[in-house]
């Protein structure tokens, strides 16, 4: 009888063994790939090119993943990542910020910055003559209707000596731009790499004020790149490999402007190729500032902009600054 059990546990190694020796020498691309979904905050547009860039390029299949990038249906990402139904999403500071800090937060957490300096501000047409908030005086702004918003002007109103009750705030939702501060309302909120590069596109010279140019503490992260505690706990092989595929995405897109952009055209075709090409332009100079590469987040912005934000009574908590990003995931920087 101990020699039957001997025998058959030779066997059972013998085949373990065997598969081993199969599985290692597997034709190279046949290896099953890990599925991941990738869910932005917005429509796609040239904050996400470097995600398309690494699928097209191969960079996720070379890490052994399949990455599937989808747009949410309404609210961002932060609820859907945080409820495991998507490994990974777009955000940005101000969302985890307040997801961390509700009566009952969202357990995501920021893993890397797409871009490392806020590139927002207020605009308005060149002939309003908008030059600082001390002009928001006797104004009407558009917005979307952010508590946040209202605080951010009543501080820069306060600190240049305005009136924030005689600015008059409407909220325009998504309309364009550029049509509401020609038929609505005198200024708006937007982002340079997007509105900004296109006011140059269509020559319509606009008054442009960087927020960190107004208020230091306003130079916050977005968007960025989240987890969910979950995913960052039980599957950091996983998160390491995305970030360093992901972040090889963004290298090429800051490499090769007009080629990542035709990438995003591509899986993207209802964009304007004009205008996407010139932000790609834009923001291929500014997805990386700090001289700790791609990705990487400093805690004084975490730490500044929360803080701002509890003192304008935004936030229900404060923020535990330690809970809400890392850059233990992001590729080493050689």
């Not at 495991?84 to 910055?113: C, H, K, M, W």
Request: glycine letters at 8%.
């Amino acid at each position: 009888m101990k020699r039957t059990i001997t025998i058959y546990g030779l066997m059972l190694t013998m085949i373990a063994a065997s598969l081993l020796i199969f599985s290692s020498c597997a034709a190279p691309g046949t290896e099953e790939l890990r599925e991941v979904t990738v869910i932005l905050d917005w429509v796609p547009n040239t904050n996400h090119t470097g995600i398309y860039a690494a699928r097209d390029q191969g960079y996720y299949r070379d890490a052994g993943l399949k990455v599937e990038i989808i747009q949410p249906s309404e609210g961002g990402s932060a609820d859907l990542v945080a409820a495991n139904q998507g490994e990974f999403g777009i955000s940005y500071q101000e969302q985890v910020t307040y997801a961390r800090t509700a009566d009952d937060p969202l357990p995501v957490v920021a893993i890397a910055a797409i871009i490392q300096h806020n590139t927002s501000g207020f605009a308005s047409p060149e002939y309003k003559n908008i030059e600082t908030p001390a002009d928001f005086e006797g104004k009407i702004y558009g917005g979307w209707g952010s508590p946040m918003e209202e605080a951010m002007l009543r501080g820069l109103m306060e600190k240049y000596g305005a009136d924030y009750s005689k600015l008059e705030i409407v909220n325009i939702g998504a309309t364009d731009f550029f049509a509401s501060v020609e038929r609505d309302v005198d200024f708006a909120w937007i982002y340079y790499g997007w509105d900004g590069v296109r006011a140059e596109l269509i020559d319509f010279p606009i008054n442009f004020m960087l927020l960190q140019d107004l208020d230091p503490v306003l130079d916050f992260y977005t968007p960025v790149i989240i987890a969910s505690e979950n995913t960052l706990e039980n599957e950091p092989v996983l998160v390491r490999k995305f970030l360093e595929a992901t972040e090889k995405g963004y290298q090429f897109s800051i490499e090769n402007p007009t080629a990542a952009a035709d990438i995003l055209l591509n899986d993207n075709s209802e964009l304007d190729r004009g205008m996407v090409t010139a932000s790609q332009q834009y923001l291929s100079k500014h997805y990386i500032s700090h001289d700790e590469g791609w990705g990487y987040m400093k805690e004084e912005i975490w730490i500044g902009f929360s803080g701002w934000m509890f003192e304008q009574d935004l936030l229900a908590n404060p923020l535990e600054v330690e809970q809400a990003y890392t850059n233990e995931f992001l590729p080493e920087q050689s």
